[in-house]
Each structure stands twice: as C-alpha cells, then as structure tokens.
C-alpha cells in the first residue's frame, strides 16, 4: 500500500455539499448547530481528534466554499492537522471524487466522514485507521442491528407493504462512518463504479470493484443527524460530554 521507508500519512475527507432537507429548508445540514457550534465544525474536530490524521479535507457546497472556509477558521484546529476547503459536485460522488483529487501523493489512507455524524469517538477514527493500515483495502465502522428487520415489497407512500422476507439479523451490521480506505483502491472505485449501481456509500463503490470490506465495531455516538429527533439526541450527547469530558 505505501513505501515502507517512509510514515504512513492519512487524510480525511468530509463532504459537506448536501442541502439537508429532512431536516427541513433553511441551512445545509452540515452547518446546522449542535450546542452552539456548527456540525461540520463539530465533525471536523472529531476527525482531528486522531493523531493519525493529518490532513482533513472538507468538501462544501458548490457556491459556499467560501462562506465554509471563512466558517472553519474561525474554529481553528491544533498546528499539526492541515486543513483544505474545496468546492462540491452536485452528488454525493462527486463530491467525494473532488475531494480525492485535492490529496497529495503522500497520502496512503483516506478517511471518508459523513459531516452529519458530528460525535463519532476517536477511539472509533483510530479503529478504521488501525485496520487499513494493518492491510485492509476498505474498512467500516459498523453496529450490530437492535431492530428485526422485514424486507418489503415497495409500494406507494401511504400504502401497506407486503412482507417478503425477514433477513437474519445476527448476519447485519448498521454501517456508520469514517469508512477507511488505502487511497489507491478509493480512486480506483470511484473511477470505475458509476453511482447507483447498487453502491449506496464508499465501501459499497469498493465492493463493486470485488475488494474485501472489513467491519470495525462501531459506536452508538457516531449516529447520522437526519432528523429533527435525532438533533436531540445530539444535543443531549454533548451536553453530558461537556459535563463530564469537558468537550467543547
């Protein structure tokens, strides 16, 4: 994966280009507040909480690069991780593509972080980052599922769906983010796998290409903020940080 006469250097992509709507109009998703404070900065934070990452890339929207990188100075990180603010594409792929091609070749593992899970642990980033290092083209943190789960037949909002399978639950995992890749076989995905050819995230592009994915156990803090509930639940999470971890 990199010379071995030289450190392994990771990086961290955050794509940050999505309008958030069910979290309803207004503000992106990603600068939406959570305790005063934006979730892009929050998330931001939480990637350079690892002392593996040394560069974080963060991905805004097409015509708010600007307005983000004014935004993240205003937070600024400790001296030893670098940060780069480019423009987005108009899909999630695209994003994530722009934010590829603005790492430097000394970079070996790359980080892809949903801006939408502002309080992913680091112990979860040092996980990911542990595994690709230690060989794994593609690695994701992932929780196992709480819920059973029914497979339907999709039918018209508002109509019943009929129930076509119950798939094993002790055989899911819910996958969460940072996915960890070596920065070769992302490219390599990201070129050959068309979006929506069965791929809903990184991992999936990579499982495309036919490349192993491994699971990390994930953490029950680095859920998605989609939903108005779920903004609660975020706040109550950080308000018992900043009670007892002194988070700020």
């Known amino acids: 994966m990199s010379d071995p006469s030289r ?19 207004g503000t992106p998703k990603a600068l939406r507040t959570l305790g005063g404070t934006p979730m892009l900065v929050h998330a931001v934070r939480a990637m350079a909480a690892s002392r593996a990452v040394s560069l974080i890339v963060v991905v805004a929207p097409p015509d708010g690069a600007a307005e983000v990188s004014r935004l993240l100075h205003e937070h600024p990180l400790a001296e030893r991780t670098e940060l780069e603010v ?4 108009e899909t999630r792929q695209e994003s994530v593509q722009l934010g590829l091609a603005a790492l430097p070749d000394t970079i ?24 690709v290092r230690a060989g794994a083209p593609a690695v994701v943190p992932a929780l ?37 890749f070596d920065l070769a076989t992302l490219r390599k995905a990201h070129d050959t796998v068309v979006e929506g050819e069965g791929a809903t995230d990184d991992a999936g592009l990579v499982e495309r ?7 990390v156990p994930g953490h029950e803090e680095a859920f998605k903020v989609t939903r108005p509930l779920d903004l609660v639940l975020a706040e109550a999470v950080l308000a018992r940080r900043r009670a007892t971890d002194g988070y700020v």
Do not use: F, M, N, Y
């Open 7 to 25: 450190p392994v250097r990771t990086a961290a992509v955050i794509p940050a280009a999505g309008r958030g709507v069910r979290l309803g109009p």
């Open 86 to 89: 480019v423009p987005g594409g």
């Open 108 to 131: 070996d593992v790359v980080l892809v972080h949903d801006a939408a899970r502002p309080l992913v642990p680091v112990d979860t980033v040092d996980a990911v980052v542990a595994a």
């Open 144 to 180: 196992p599922l709480a819920d059973t789960v029914k497979q339907v037949d999709p039918q018209p909002q508002g109509s019943p769906e009929p129930v076509v399978g119950t798939p094993e639950r002790a055989l899911l995992r819910a996958v969460q983010t940072p996915q960890g």
């Open 209 to 215: 290409l036919g490349s192993p994915v491994v699971v």
